[in-house]
């Protein structure tokens, strides 16, 4: 029995121990591997993180240091500016920060001194004319004048500035069509750069694409609003657009008065501002006046007693708009003679306006000697005598200037036909003092005898100088017309 447990146990070994030691032998044998089973199965494997840029420790600085500029926290922004002058020291922005915080502060004197160093580093040729204006205004003791302009200047990028420098380039050559795109570059670069949109604008107006003007020259308005040039400059541009032969754009011509007036406001120096301002507000006086003649003429067509009420009382208040501008214009073209614009042009003007304002004038004698009212008649009488006498005084120092001026004898001509149908003014007579003894001795005949003949004398001038005019038919006839009424037909 003993010997078959120990047989039985045997067995049991025996049976057992190949397949432990199959299972051995297998894993330490080197197996042949199946690549394409491996390839098939075998997971891609996962991107690697990209690494995280360094910070950019300049440009930390610098967003910090506007952060706290504005908190008002100014003892940190400065700090925060000079740890970004220790990194780069010659670069311009942390200098251009360091003259906000002052100039926030009100420290005018440290502002300039940084932002002139910024300036330094930068060397913005394309400034010349506002750098010049800026040390200018430093040097008369308008440090905020110099400081606005300065941190303008500082907040233009530079490829913007160098844009416009080839833009400059082109016009100096006659190259108009790329100056455009240079100038239109820069203002893409830079949308803030007001003297490129004004750069661009001056290329439209002093090509004859006038209207093309207004859009950029507002841009550059709407950027600086208190530069005098480009208030003035957008003030041209309109009023040389809002006319087209008789028809009136009115609110062009209102913008036009509107930026004239700004850059007067701003001190612009040029001495033909007077001038061109004067010439705005004539023509918003013509403008009205011409509106009061269309009602005439309405009135003199309708029938309907309630519609005549309804344009006099149009004519009634928009009158004194018109009397306003005239006076407006007179003005300002006195002030334009004083500050020596004394061609021809401004004395015709003048002439024109004082000549315009008095048939206004006129208008109001006719109501007041409708509704009865002595008092204004006459004040309005003496007024439009008054008026009419400078009109003619303006009229031939234009002459004096420009003697071959055929328009002004037209002119001359019309104004001495209205005082000839004027009743005179003892007070203020215009006869010169070598016919003094006639109008002593004929009285007031003899005075619209001289009115007539002045008038007539002026038309044939005109027909001199310009035979061929549209109307030379008309003063032909207009000239027989006075010398009939006058009574001078046979002289």
Aim: glycine share 4%.
């Amino acid at each position: 029995m003993r010997v078959r447990y120990m047989f039985f146990c045997m067995l049991l070994i025996f049976l057992f121990l190949p397949a432990h030691a199959i299972v051995a032998n297998a894993a330490q044998k080197p197996v042949e591997p199946d690549t394409w089973k491996i390839a098939a199965e075998k997971k891609p494997p996962k991107d690697e993180p990209t690494p995280i840029p360094p910070p950019n420790i300049f440009e930390f600085h610098m967003n910090n240091g506007y952060i706290y500029l504005k908190k008002k926290d100014y003892k940190n922004s400065i700090e925060e500016f000079e740890q970004a002058i220790v990194i780069n020291a010659e670069y311009y922005k942390p200098y251009r920060g360091l003259g906000d915080v002052y100039r926030t502060q009100g420290n005018l004197k440290r502002a300039l001194e940084y932002y002139k160093k910024a300036i330094e580093l930068i060397n913005p040729t394309y400034f010349k004319t506002k750098l010049k204006q800026a040390e200018e205004f430093e040097q008369k003791g308008n440090l905020t004048k110099a400081a606005e302009l300065y941190k303008y200047i500082l907040y233009i990028q530079p490829e913007a500035g160098a844009q416009v420098l080839v833009g400059d380039n082109f016009i100096k050559h006659g190259d108009q069509k790329n100056a455009i795109k240079a100038y239109t570059k820069a203002t893409e670069i830079d949308k803030w750069y007001a003297d490129a949109f004004f750069k661009l604008g001056n290329v439209y107006y002093d090509s004859g694409k006038v209207p093309k003007a207004i859009d950029p020259y507002h841009q550059s308005v709407i950027r600086l609003p208190k530069e005098p040039f480009y208030n003035y400059q957008l003030g041209m541009a309109y009023l040389k657009t809002c006319k087209k032969g008789k028809k009136v754009d009115e609110a062009a011509l209102n913008n036009s008065i509107k930026y004239l007036e700004f850059a007067l406001k701003y001190q612009h120096d040029d001495k033909y501002l007077y001038f061109n301002l004067g010439n705005a507000y004539l023509e918003k006086g013509l403008f009205i006046h011409s509106k009061i003649d269309t009602l005439e003429k309405e009135i003199d067509k309708e029938k309907d007693t309630s519609k005549i009420k309804g344009k006099k009382q149009e004519i009634d208040k928009i009158s004194p708009t018109g009397i306003y501008f005239y006076y407006k214009a007179i003005n300002i073209y006195q002030t334009a003679i004083k500050h020596k614009v004394m061609d021809s042009e401004t004395f015709y003007n003048l002439g024109n306006a004082f000549f315009k304002l008095g048939t206004l004038m006129e208008k109001q004698m006719e109501k007041y000697q409708n509704y009865g009212d002595e008092l204004k008649l006459d004040a309005a009488w003496k007024k439009t005598h008054f008026l009419y006498n400078n009109s003619i005084k303006a009229y031939k120092l234009a002459l004096k200037r420009k003697p071959k001026y055929a328009d002004v004898y037209y002119d001359l001509g019309v104004v001495y036909y209205h005082k000839y149908n004027l009743k005179p003014d003892p007070n203020n007579i215009d006869i010169p003092p070598n016919e003094m003894k006639n109008y002593v001795a004929k009285g007031i005949a003899y005075y619209h005898t001289y009115m007539a003949t002045q008038s007539i004398e002026n038309f044939r001038q005109y027909l001199l100088l310009s035979p061929t005019a549209k109307n030379a038919t008309y003063v032909k006839t207009l000239i027989d017309d006075i010398k009939i009424e006058a009574g001078l037909a046979q002289k």
